[in-house]
Every structure is written in C-alpha cells, then in structure tokens.
DNA sequence: TTGTAGGCGTTATCAG
DNA sequence: CTGATAACGCCTACAA
C-alpha cells in the first residue's frame, strides 16, 4: 500500500502539500502542484477511505433499503441510484428489507451510528412507519416511491392517485359502468393512494360504489394472488367489464384468470394495470397501463439526498414525476365488447 | 457519537478492557464484562466503523459487481449474496457493470486500494477477461456464474455443458431430428458451454451439425432479439421442429415469434429454455427449462468468498450446483406434434 | 486480569 | 505558498 507519505517524500513535499493538491484545495504552486501529481499518478496512489472517512466523519456510502430486488420495478430505480450515486463519488450499499416489515429501526440506526452511511434511500416504506420522522434532520433520508403520509420527510413519486383517477377515468369514457379494482393488503401509500384515485373516478363518473367490485391480491402484488383476486371478482353475479389493478402483474394475473374463465380480454373484459414493467408487451394482449419512471425516480432520488446531505437550502421536501397512461390492447369500449351484457342494463 | 472512551469512563475501566468485551477477545472477569456490556448498552454504543477499519486493515465490505439488477436470474443470485454476506457481518457493495464489457479493471484496483471493499464477487465476467488472474491472491475473488475460462480463479456455477446436454438429448429423445438453438453473441463462458453441450448431444444422437439450425440473439438475451433469431431460423425450407435457447427469455421470444408465424407450441414446434426464472410459469404454454439454483448460486459465492478471505485452506476453487431439467408444456413428441413434416422423412 | 500508549492514513489548523 | 503536527476512534502489543 502507497500511503500520501510516500508521495511526498517522491515529490520532495510534505503530507500537507500532497493532500492539498489531490484535494483541490488551498495554494499551491503549480510547479509543485504537477510534481505531486506526477508522484501520486507514478506511484499509483489511491487515498485510503478509511482513514479518509474517519477523518472527515463521513462515509461516502448511501444506503439503499429494497424490498425485494426480482421486482424489475426496483431494479430500474435501483439503476437510477446508483448511476448518479457513482457520479457524485458515492458507492451505494444495498440493504434487503424483505417484504414482511420493510424496515428495521434498530438495523438502520445502527448504521449509521456506526458511521456505515451519509444517508439513506427507502424504496418501499410503509406508510405508517411514524418512527421515521424521529431522524428528520439527524440521518438525511429520501423516501423513493412509497412514504410515510403527514410526516413531511423529503420523499419523491407519482402522484398515484391522479394516476388511478386518469385509469379508470378512461374506462367510464369506453363506457363501463361496473368498474372493478384489484388492490392490495399491503400498507404501502401509494396502494391506498390508488384505491382513493379510484374512488374518485367512479364517483366523478357518477357510478355507485360498490363493495363486490373490490378485491385484494397479497402484499406483494404475486401474479397468482392475481389470478385469485380476479376469480373472486369475476366468479359472482353482475360482475365488473373493467378491472384497474395497482399493479401490471397484478393485471396479468387477472388477464390469465379471465381466460381461464372463458373471458377474452380485452372483448369480454378491460384491464388497465399500473408502473409499465417490461413484459407489459412481452405478450398479447399487451397491457395498457401507466407508466411510472422508474430509472428517474431513482436519479432524482439520489440528487434530492445529495442535496439533503449536503443541507442545501433549496433541497425540496416533495417531488412527484409526471406518469403517463399508456394506452394499448386490454381496454375496449364497453358496447362493443360485451353485447350480450349491455342489452341487461 | 458515543465513544469507547465514553463507555469506559461509564463502565470505570479502560478502554482495552471495553475493546476486550466487545470484540470476545482476552480474559476479563465476568463481572466486569457484565459492567462493560451494561454501560454499551445504556448509552447505545456502536464502535465506529472507520476507525476499525482503518485501525484493522480492512472494509467488512463485499463488492458485487453485476451486469443489469432488472434480469430476474441475478436479482435472485443478489439475495442469496445478501443474506449470507449480512450474517457473516459484511455489507454488500453494488456496482453496476452494465452489460457491455463486464468489468472495469482499474474500477476494481482503485476500489481495492482504496480499501473500499475486502474481497469481490462477479456476477457476469466473459470468459476472456484474463486480466483477473493478475490480481489473484491480492484481491478476494469468486466469480459467480460465469468465470474466466482455464483461469483456475475460484468459480462457482452450474454445469452449463452438461444441462444443455440434458436438454438436447430430452428433444433428440423426443424423435426430433431436426434441433435448433438459439445462442447469443455475448462471450460468457455459459454460453459458449451451452453451445458445447448442444453439440455434445447433437452427436451422441447420431444427428448431422447444421449451421443452418443455429441463431445468435443479442448478447443481453432481449425477448425482442429471441423472436429475430426464431424467425430467421423458422423462415427458411426444411426448419427445425425443436429448438432448444440458452435463455428463458428467449425462449419465451421463440415461442411468441413462432406463434405469429402459425406455428403452436409444443404441437408444432418444441422449445426449452434455461435459468428457470419466475415468468416460465406466468403464462402458457409453462416453459420446460433447466432449473438453476439462483439464490443458493448466491449463498453459496460469498461462504466462498469468506473462506478465501480468511484464507482457509480447504477453500474450493471450482464449485459446482446440480442443475435439473423441469418438463413443463413446451416440448412434444416429434410424431404426434407434426403428423404433416413426419410423413416428409 | 487490567491499563497505558502507539499508531493505522488522512485532513486541517497553525506557524513560518 | 509550505511544513510540522494534532486529532479522528479504535485495536493491541506490552507492561503492570
């Protein structure tokens, strides 16, 4: 290992000089200035991060906490942190949460009291985690996707509810008066903030609530809990001709169901799904759906952190990216799909 | 920030005899221990880790460098790498290589000498990257799934040969006489073995090579460039009847590609896939496919990883996980599946 | 069994 | 503009 000492003595400077001229700081004269660095360079000197970090009291180190990595929604995000975290200088240590309790209170303070991180990005709190807003302004946080509500931690999404409105906004338009929804038991915010976009559809639209329309897949949006909340949905009389699901896996578990059951989507049934995944077109029919910008959610995840650990003034406290509905085959009008139905009504 | 110097003053000892306790190491007597632990505890010590590192040599940090976080096959290897690493006291770097040219050498020396991490696990190196064989012995290694070829750095995968193998003799033994695949143009050793295999159990049933029966996608296994190269080996005069890929997600290309050509699976045309990633069973037909053991690929990389950094003697250098072929709804008998090409032979 | 003290490699303060 | 030097918090000989 080549310490800056040895540096020095090759360029004839002491310590002090060598660490300024990497550093960038203070007066040097740029003779010596190119003669450390041809020493440092030569050399093949790299500061040691340790006792760099001891030093400065900084870790140069986020922490990422992430439920459940093979969900490609958390993986782009992910791409997205850690693209800009690189940039920054910062290396990006990756916590799994598992889906149960997202997060482990003991297990991050811990963290960073031992100095492990600068700061944190949660990519699935729940939210009713309160005990999060005991560290505001003591561990820079950024709450990616999901936060905690009323709480006031800087936090960065979509706006889901705006997003479910325009979904199944767009299915009263083709005309479906029994509008059904696939959510979830989970405590995420954005779940209940979906489930509250769709409420405010129907009732916009003037429909009629209706308890038999709702059906709940597991906390973890699996394909087959898909499948079973739609067979709940579909199985009795009366049924939906449109389902919004919270999730586009959610949606093609429901899409395999209604098959199963002898519905073709989307003549028999519309289903709209939520986040835009990549195998949204990987099979007819392909999902229509929102889309979520996951990459850059997760860039300006690691910029507003950035900001925070920094304590810029104008860090923003609440950011919400623009989703988009992305129109493609599993949505028809309501007439035409289902004649046989639309001469009951 | 509570100091070791804090407790001891608490505790009335000093701080060797803190250290001591809290490291398990020394004779100190129980009742002091007890005094020690009671202080730490109370006032909520956790030891610094930059001071510890830089003190010890060394990171308690584990680099992981991998190719794409979206591919479901890796986002599993991440989990059972985590689980492990988390136990064994190590946090897990992650880098993202992206998927062009896997490994950036001076990446990973400066990381190393910067004593940013203790040892490293690759999820994605090419078959060519000799260069790792210069930092063996100084930089903890274990590539995971993909290796060096005759490198004899530590390696843990699958027998890819073999599986493909298996595969292959399943179609052959099926009847088919006319057996495809489709590779990819990436140079992972996985693939070139797989390719190997497929020509192992070409000719172990007696059947010509034909070049006109192999296609290459792109190198990161996109479903789009698995339904290209299904297209370009199913367009043309006397195509295969069974087509054996080196991915599930091509092969779930293949199968889509031929469905659009009026071609059904497994009736018309056989497939297998490989990995056995989650979506081979979210839709139908079920892709029969070689199940690869992830997670455990995984756990597996970083007790490895361990024992080499504690420098073991027993520690292995070429590890192999049993891989199994699973029949699911992709594959047919030759006779029954094409009554009309049948009768051409 | 316990305490003292040196040093890990940096950065930053203070003189010169 | 440059150099000497004191921390940063911890571990670990060595001494008692």
Redesign the pocket.
């Known amino acids: ?1 080549v ?3 040895d540096v020095a003595r090759a360029a ?6 060598v ?2 001229v ?2 960038g ?5 740029p ?2 200035e190119a003669r450390v660095r041809a020493a440092a360079q030569q050399m093949g ?1 790299e ?2 991060l340790s ?2 970090n ?4 900084e870790s140069r180190i986020i922490l990422i906490l992430a439920p459940n990595f093979s969900n490609p929604y958390y993986s782009n995000v992910l791409s997205g942190i850690c693209d800009v975290s690189r940039n920054l200088g910062y290396s990006t240590l990756i916590y799994n949460t598992y889906d149960s309790n997202a997060l482990d209170e003991s297990l991050m303070v811990s963290l960073f009291q031992k100095n492990r991180a600068d700061g944190m990005i949660t990519l699935a709190c729940n939210r009713d985690d309160r005990w999060l807003e005991k560290y505001a302004g003591t561990y820079p946080l950024v709450q990616c996707s999901e936060y905690v509500e009323d709480a006031n931690l800087p936090h960065i999404s979509v706006d889901n509810r705006a997003a479910a409105r325009d979904s199944v906004a767009h299915l009263a338009e083709l005309g479906h008066k029994r509008i059904g929804i696939v959510t979830s038991e989970n405590r995420y915010l954005s779940t209940a903030n979906r489930f509250r976009g769709y409420q405010d559809a129907i009732a916009e639209a003037g429909l009629e609530p209706d308890e038999t329309l709702v059906a709940y897949a597991s906390a973890d949006y699996s394909f087959a809990s898909g499948k079973q909340a739609a067979r709940a949905l579909l199985g009795v009389e009366n049924p939906p001709t449109a389902i919004f699901c919270v999730s586009d896996i959610l949606a093609l578990g429901v899409i395999a169901a209604a098959g199963k059951m002898g519905l073709q989507v989307p003549w028999d049934l519309s289903v709209v799904g939520f986040d835009d995944v990549d195998y949204t077109t990987m099979f007819h029919p392909y999902l229509t759906t929102i889309s979520v910008p996951c990459y850059e959610l997760g860039r300006r995840s690691m910029q507003l952190l950035y900001d925070h650990i920094q304590q810029k003034q104008e860090a923003e406290t609440a950011v919400y990216l623009p989703h988009q509905l992305v129109l493609r085959e599993t949505t028809a009008k309501y007439a035409i799909q289902n004649p046989d139905r639309s001469e009951q009504i």
């Open positions: 290992m310490r800056i000492e004839g400077v002491s310590v002090a000089t660490s300024r990497l550093n700081c203070g007066n040097v004269l003779e010596t000197y500061p040691n006792a760099r001891l030093r400065k009291n």
